[in-house]
């Protein structure tokens, strides 16, 4: 195998057409297309790098020395991370958007059309265009780091790929493989993408560029065999490509399938099997045609505006500290405790140390409620090296950092403890004076509590300082938001420790201030309240779920409040109406359902059948409307249920911000859109609002306070914005 030090340039390296592009000669005559953006930690794709491209391929075709090239990047841990998206969000039509996307396309053609072969040497993110441009070389070799992910995250922006990526990957991997890619936006690591066809080999970081170079010079003599893909697999790809009655067939259920999870509420799953489907049948020419169109339509509509905020903002709170001041500087933190194994704890315990790979004493009160913690540990473990994310031995090394216990023994060298103990301030209060007595003196009290205020919690506690809410989100290792809570005596290197430590163990995470329910229990509160009271009114189960799921939220409220359990949901809302008042007055009929001991799914009984075995489409149980003491009518409004429990959601989310629980509009619209589920590409609470106008929100509450009282009473804030004509996100917030 050659070494690099061996043939590395013997002459500087000419620059190419610009500052992202440097065009480096071997003297095995391989040329290097190096990319490295200036000033920035990734590379991404900018309108200027299509000429760059087009230069650098001009020296090469120019350069008889040059036998093969390889597109390598300069920076140490990513090859290119996708397109750079505030310079799509900047473009003011859809015909400039089209243009950037037909001009990368000229440019990655060329490259898919060069005589000289050319490979991708790829380490860490090859996402976006990344991908397009590997996509375009005739043959790709990735590191085996788990830095390394490819994948195609446009959809989940609201757009398509639109360098090629719908074209090539269907005739690179087959193109149902294909569509599983464009639509979920699923990222591989550099294994499952080789075994997907792909990648074609995967190496060690250390000798990634080499083997590239050896490939391409392989290629050299001649077109390679393709490693990629089977017999049977080609097969099936000729009469879905060649039959027009099957690929109609096919497309046809595709998009039946898409629909039943979009509820056309995402244009660009619909736009990408259109212009997959018109490639396969009129040819690339006319596919990367009809890509571009469609890239230009997308980049403009509402929803992509939406996402695209969305993506901001997650990249935003990356940077957050979460706290500002002299004395706000996260402590290391070195090994980390758990009070209780049930799922939220045995899942904070996995996240600890898959993702900030800490180790993790896991503590229960005995050894059978410790047993069924570890037993769950095991599954998440076994689960993710069954999909080859881990290899057994890394599967071992992982589980090793999580020591479980019955006692507190250990707990003095822990730097921070993490409580998922019953929803109980008794017994919250007991835990924290314990992990206070047995820990040292800087160690951090996290409580994971979805409802009771950390203030009540820390009161008579010895260091309230040191006490902090650390609210996770069920199932934890799979929900992305992480929902940190301070009182007045938080200390703030406090609050930075928590929040790096849910970086670390990737969360997204928004800080809030603390009282009853937070942000995100008291937001929730309320638009399950209403869901409540509509059945109390005889509006069927299933009517107020599919009029919330067409909305767009994955599961409608009273699917959700089975999920949560109705007696935590009475529990909560309990709380919620002690804080606030006839604002959050419980809606009839509630009581009765938990008196009935209906808790939801965890016991089988709720407001569901859980006695069938289809999974995916549940039936009502009938006999809830007993319970409640209702007949179930069948003329609800659609527009009215969406109304009455939307107008909740963000009345509340308004009344959050005014009243300094929220940091931001920012802040809210990540917590509801990554905790709660609210529909991404309506862009959160606060982005809804402001789409809509203050105005005709007000003007929605009044109407529903006037039929069903005090508890739509809009938000001085809201009330403030629509009299003064401004938005969230446009003027400054009023005082």
């Known amino acids: 195998m050659t070494n690099p030090a061996e043939t590395l340039v013997s002459r500087p390296p000419v620059p190419a057409a610009g500052p992202a592009i440097v065009l480096e000669r071997r003297d095995d005559g391989v040329a290097v297309i190096r990319i490295d953006v200036p000033g920035e930690s990734v590379n991404t794709l900018r309108g200027a790098f299509a ?52 001009r990368g396309q000229a440019a990655f053609s060329r490259l898919a059309a060069s005589n000289k072969p050319v490979v991708a040497a790829i380490h860490g993110a090859c996402l976006g265009g990344g991908l397009e441009l590997a996509l375009a070389c005739h043959a790709r070799v990735a590191s085996s780091d788990e830095k390394t992910r490819l994948g195609l995250p446009e959809v989940q922006l609201g757009l398509l790929p639109a360098l090629g990526g719908t074209q090539r990957l269907p005739r690179l991997v087959g193109t149902e493989a294909a569509l599983d890619l464009l639509l979920t936006g699923k990222q591989l690591d550099a294994r499952r993408a080789q075994r997907m066809g792909l990648v074609d080999e995967v190496v060690p970081t250390p000798i ?84 571009a169109a469609a890239f230009g339509e997308l980049g403009q509509s509402a929803e992509a505006r939406e996402l695209m905020g969305l993506f901001f903002a997650q990249n935003e709170l990356k940077k957050d500290p979460g706290v500002a001041g002299p004395n706000a500087e996260p402590r290391k933190l070195k090994r980390i405790g758990v009070l209780g194994a049930g799922l939220m704890g045995a899942g904070v315990a996995y996240v600890t140390a898959v993702n900030a790979k ?56 822990l730097d921070l403890v993490i409580e998922a103990v019953f929803e109980d301030l008794t017994l919250k209060r007991a835990v924290l004076a314990d992990v206070l007595a047995t820990g040292g003196k800087n160690l951090i009290f996290a409580s994971n509590t979805s ?85 109390a009114e005889g509006v069927p189960v299933e009517a107020i779920d599919t009029a919330l799921v067409r909305f767009g939220f994955p599961v409608g409220p009273v699917t959700l409040l089975d999920e ?132 005709e929100i007000v003007r929605g509450l009044e109407r529903q306070e006037k039929a069903h009282g005090e508890r739509f009473r809009a938000a001085p804030l809201l009330l403030e914005l629509a009299r003064k004509n401004e938005t969230f996100y446009g003027k400054p917030r009023p005082t």
């Not at 300082?465 to 929900?479: C, D, L």
């Open 51 to 102: 000429p760059e491209l087009e230069a650098a391929l001009d020296a090469i075709d120019a350069d008889p020395s040059v036998r093969a090239v390889v597109v390598a990047s300069g920076k140490p841990d990513g090859f290119v991370a996708g397109a750079d998206i505030k310079e799509l969000i900047a473009a003011t039509s859809g015909y400039e958007l089209s243009e950037l996307s037909r």
């Open 208 to 291: 990634v560029l080499d083997v590239a170079v050896k490939f391409a010079l392989a290629r050299t003599a001649g077109p390679t065999a393709s490693r990629a893909g089977s017999k049977r697999k080609a097969f099936a790809e000729a009469l879905l490509v060649k039959n027009p009655l099957g690929r109609a067939v096919f497309f046809e259920q595709a998009k039946k399938r898409t629909l039943a999870k979009t509820h056309g509420n995402y244009p660009a799953p619909e736009r990408i099997l259109e212009v997959v489907r018109l490639g396969l049948s009129r040819g690339l020419e006319a596919g990367l045609g009809a890509e």
């Open 358 to 413: 800490l180790p993790v004493r896991l503590k229960d009160r005995d050894e059978r409620s410790l047993g069924r913690g570890v037993a769950h540990l095991h599954e998440l473990f076994v689960e993710r090296a069954r999909s080859r994310r881990l290899s057994d031995f890394e599967r071992d090394r992982e589980a090793a950092r999580v020591t479980p216990a019955t006692t507190y023994d250990g707990f003095d060298g």
């Open 451 to 535: 409802s009771l205020p950390i203030t009540k919690i820390a009161e008579g506690s010895v260091a309230p300082e040191r006490v902090i809410g650390m609210h996770y989100f069920s199932p934890v290792p799979k929900m992305p938001l992480l929902e940190v809570i301070t009182t007045e005596r938080t200390a703030p290197w406090v609050t930075a420790t928590a929040v790096e430590l849910g970086k670390k163990q990737g969360k997204t995470v928004i800080v809030v201030r603390d009282g009853a329910g937070f942000y995100t229990s008291r937001i929730l509160g309320p638009y399950l309240n209403e869901a409540s009271f509509l059945l």
């Open 564 to 695: 949560v359990g109705i007696d935590v949901g009475f529990k909560v809302g309990k709380i919620l109406h002690e804080a606030f008042g006839e604002r959050m007055a419980l809606p009839p009929g509630v009581e009765r359902l938990v008196e009935d001991e209906r808790f939801g799914k965890k016991n089988g009984r709720g407001f569901y059948d859980y006695g069938t075995k289809k999974k995916d489409k549940r039936e009502v149980d009938a006999s809830v409307y007993t319970v409640l003491g209702v007949e179930p009518k069948s003329d609800a409004p659609a527009p009215d249920i969406v109304e009455r429990c939307v107008l909740q959601f963000v009345n509340e989310a308004a009344y959050c911000l005014g009243e300094g629980i929220l940091r931001s509009a920012r802040d809210g619209d990540i917590g509801a859109v990554f905790g709660l589920g609210f529909p991404p590409f309506r862009g959160g609470p606060f982005r809804y609002v402001d789409a809509v106008g203050p105005a």
